[in-house]
């Protein structure tokens, strides 16, 4: 059994150009992932595979059960009911698996994203699909549960795609990657490690051909100027217009010439180089490199004025019937802070309660965690309201978060980690003195989190980081408090 895209175009009824165009793939048993950068169309991909929209052209077969586990965990899965009430061996199995517990079923709209997204996995693998669709499933996720969620995945026994930007489980389930890039795509061998691999040599080669054959066209160039000027002035010496009437000796010479040929040599030696030139420049416009956006950036942010970003009481915070004890805090206008933990111990809880403690002398930016669709419609509105400079400065930034700013413009088709950059670039143009960020890699590809790496470690101001992502915390945090669970209550150690 296999699942065969062929041909795939397909453009959103506002979009300007084509999200997919000419995508070919062929799925088999087991996992494949799909890699590219946030907005080359992966997810679209993945709608057009499970029949939830249909392409402009081309074609997808055979007819096959699909499930489609989209990135947003806040609303809760349509079958979650079916599953809560389902108490066969397999759901039983499920629950053990992923570990969850049965009362969180029921209290959905309650639950940390992780704690969600383990719920919406659940009921994906429940259904029992054939084909089984995955984005970005370990989003929200800390060390232990992605270990929970691989070791879920990897009994799945259908045809199974993987979009994600976690490196280690699309080595450990995938046996071919789809990669994107330039809105192509190409089916390569092996988990992210290696397709990636292949991709960066194929583009080094393709980089070094094309320098190359701009080495040769412009060697060509030259050749050509110089061979025209030797036919014109080949051209000058045989003809007689100069001669005195009496000088039949020159008018001997260049009538042999005529007839021996050899005054049209430099003449003919032109022409060849500038067809040869001709080919050389149909060769260099045929020749394509990926591009790739630089993550320089230019200085965003400020100190604030004050010694005190925030100051906040010792205090016990509770969202149903969960509490979490947090000490006496203190955040001062350059700290670099860091919170870590495991899902469902109150991280988000915490950074709300410090943001509306904030002074409004400080200039904040936030991106959340999850962005809502009323966020997403304000955030485009926002961006087509801007004056062309300012609109033009955003899109820069957009640009060397890696991403291509022209996606922004086209209509309000934008993946999560598009408009999460989006937000992120509006706010920092203010340069605010306080950078909040809950789970900032959610959605985000490899690029684009090493682009966003480079700019918080370079912050001026104060941030509040919220990450499972330990690399991205080791490169900016210099403080770090992390939530524990100590005599059977929670705590925040600082």
Same mark, same amino acid.
Not at 390 to 413: F, W, Y
Not at 425 to 436: G, H, I
């Given at each position: *059994?296999?699942?065969?895209?062929?041909?795939?175009?397909?453009?959103?009824?506002?979009?300007?150009?084509?999200?997919?165009?000419?995508? %070919?793939?062929?799925?088999?048993?087991?996992?494949? =992932?799909?890699?590219?950068?946030?907005?080359?169309? +992966?997810?679209?991909?993945?709608?057009?595979?499970? #029949? *939830?929209?249909?392409?402009?052209?081309?074609t997808?077969a055979? /007819?096959?059960?699909?499930?489609?586990?989209?990135? @947003?965990?806040?609303?809760?899965?349509?079958?979650?009911?079916?599953?809560?009430?389902?108490?066969?061996?397999?759901?039983q199995?499920?629950r053990?698996?992923l570990?969850?517990?049965?009362?969180?079923?029921?209290?959905?709209?309650?639950?940390?994203?992780?704690?969600?997204?383990?719920?919406?996995?659940?009921? /994906?693998?429940?259904?029992?699909?054939?084909?089984?669709? *995955?984005?970005?499933?370990?989003?929200?996720?800390?060390?232990?549960?992605? !270990?929970?969620?691989?070791?879920?995945?990897a009994?799945?026994?259908?045809?199974?795609i993987?979009?994600?930007? @976690?490196?280690?489980?699309l080595?450990?389930?995938?046996?071919?990657?789809?990669?994107?890039? @330039?809105?192509?795509?190409?089916?390569?061998?092996?988990?992210?490690?290696?397709?990636?691999?292949?991709?960066?040599?194929?583009?080094? &080669? !393709?980089?070094?051909?094309?320098?190359?054959?701009?080495?040769?066209?412009?060697?060509?160039?030259?050749?050509?100027?110089?061979?025209?000027?030797? !036919?014109?002035?080949?051209?000058?010496?045989? %003809?007689?217009?100069?001669l005195d009437?009496?000088?039949?000796?020159?008018?001997?010479?260049?009538?042999?010439?005529?007839?021996?040929?050899?005054?049209?040599?430099?003449? +003919?030696l032109? /022409?060849?180089?500038?067809?040869?030139?001709?080919?050389?420049?149909?060769?260099?416009?045929? *020749?394509?490199?990926?591009?790739?956006?630089?993550?320089?950036?230019?200085?965003?942010?400020?100190?604030?004025q004050?010694?005190?970003?925030?100051?906040?009481?010792?205090?016990?915070?509770?969202?149903?019937?969960?509490?979490?004890?947090?000490?006496?805090?203190?955040?001062?206008?350059?700290?670099?802070?860091?919170?870590?933990g #495991?899902?469902?111990?109150g991280?988000?809880?915490?950074?709300?309660?410090?943001?509306?403690?904030?002074?409004?002398?400080?200039?904040?930016?936030?991106?959340?965690?999850?962005?809502?669709?009323?966020?997403?419609?304000?955030?485009?509105?926002?961006? &087509?309201?801007?004056?062309?400079e300012?609109?033009?400065?955003?899109?820069?930034?957009?640009?060397?978060?890696?991403?291509?700013?022209?996606?922004?413009?086209?209509?309000?088709?934008l993946?999560?980690?598009?408009?999460?950059?989006?937000?992120?670039?509006?706010?920092?143009?203010?340069?605010?003195?306080?950078?909040?960020?809950?789970?900032?890699?959610? &959605?985000?590809d490899?690029?684009?989190?090493? /682009?966003?790496?480079?700019l918080?470690?370079?912050?001026? =101001?104060?941030?509040?980081?919220?990450?499972?992502?330990?690399?991205?915390?080791?490169?900016?945090?210099?403080?770090?408090?992390?939530?524990?669970?100590?005599? =059977?209550?929670?705590?925040?150690?600082?």
């Open positions: *059994m296999q699942l065969r895209l062929e041909h795939i175009t397909h453009t959103y009824p506002d979009g300007a150009t084509a999200a997919l165009k000419d995508i %070919s793939a062929v799925f088999p048993l087991g996992w494949s =992932g799909i890699i590219g950068d946030n907005g080359c169309g +992966k997810t679209t991909l993945a709608r057009i595979a499970a #029949r *939830m929209i249909a392409p402009d052209a081309g997808i055979p /007819a096959l059960f699909s499930v489609y586990c989209q990135q @947003d965990s806040s609303g809760a899965p349509s079958d979650l009911c079916d599953f809560a009430s389902d108490w066969s061996q397999g759901a199995q499920l053990t698996l570990q969850i517990q049965d009362e969180w079923l029921w209290r959905y709209d309650t639950l940390s994203g992780g704690q969600r997204k383990r719920i919406q996995i659940a009921c /994906a693998l429940a259904a029992r699909p054939d084909v089984l669709i *995955m984005d970005e499933p370990t989003n929200d996720l800390d060390a232990e549960t992605k !270990a929970l969620i691989e070791g879920a995945l009994s799945f026994k259908g045809i199974g993987l979009i994600s930007h @976690d490196r280690a489980l080595d450990a389930l995938a046996s071919q990657c789809l990669v994107f890039e @330039d809105g192509r795509a190409h089916m390569r061998p092996g988990g992210y490690t290696k397709a990636s691999g292949q991709a960066a040599q194929e583009r080094a &080669h !393709a980089l070094k051909e094309r320098e190359e054959a701009k080495r040769e066209a412009r060697r060509l160039d030259a050749e050509a100027q110089r061979r025209s000027e030797e !036919a014109s002035r080949q051209k000058k010496k045989r %003809s007689r217009s100069g009437k009496k000088d039949s000796d020159g008018r001997e010479r260049i009538g042999r010439a005529i007839v021996t040929g050899k005054d049209g040599v430099a003449g +003919k032109s /022409a060849t180089m500038v067809r040869r030139r001709a080919r050389a420049s149909e060769q260099l416009a045929g *020749m394509h490199a990926s591009k790739r956006y630089e993550h320089r950036f230019d200085d965003h942010g400020s100190v604030a004050s010694s005190t970003i925030a100051h906040l009481p010792a205090a016990t915070l509770t969202v149903g019937d969960f509490a979490i004890h947090v000490p006496e805090l203190w955040i001062g206008p350059t700290d670099h802070i860091a919170i870590s #495991r899902n469902g111990t991280k988000s809880l915490i950074v709300r309660h410090i943001l509306s403690t904030v002074p409004e002398t400080v200039s904040v930016a936030s991106v959340p965690q999850d962005v809502d669709r009323t966020e997403r419609v304000a955030a485009l509105r926002a961006l &087509h309201a801007h004056d062309p300012r609109k033009g400065r955003i899109l820069s930034l957009v640009a060397r978060l890696n991403s291509d700013p022209e996606r922004l413009l086209d209509g309000s088709d993946s999560p980690g598009e408009l999460r950059k989006l937000m992120l670039a509006e706010q920092l143009l203010d340069d605010p003195s306080f950078l909040v960020l809950d789970e900032p890699t959610n &959605h985000l490899i690029g684009s989190i090493l /682009a966003l790496q480079e918080l470690a370079g912050f001026p =101001g104060a941030i509040l980081l919220v990450s499972h992502d330990a690399a991205l915390v080791d490169a900016v945090a210099d403080i770090r408090w992390q939530t524990a669970h100590e005599e =059977g209550t929670w705590h925040l150690r600082c």
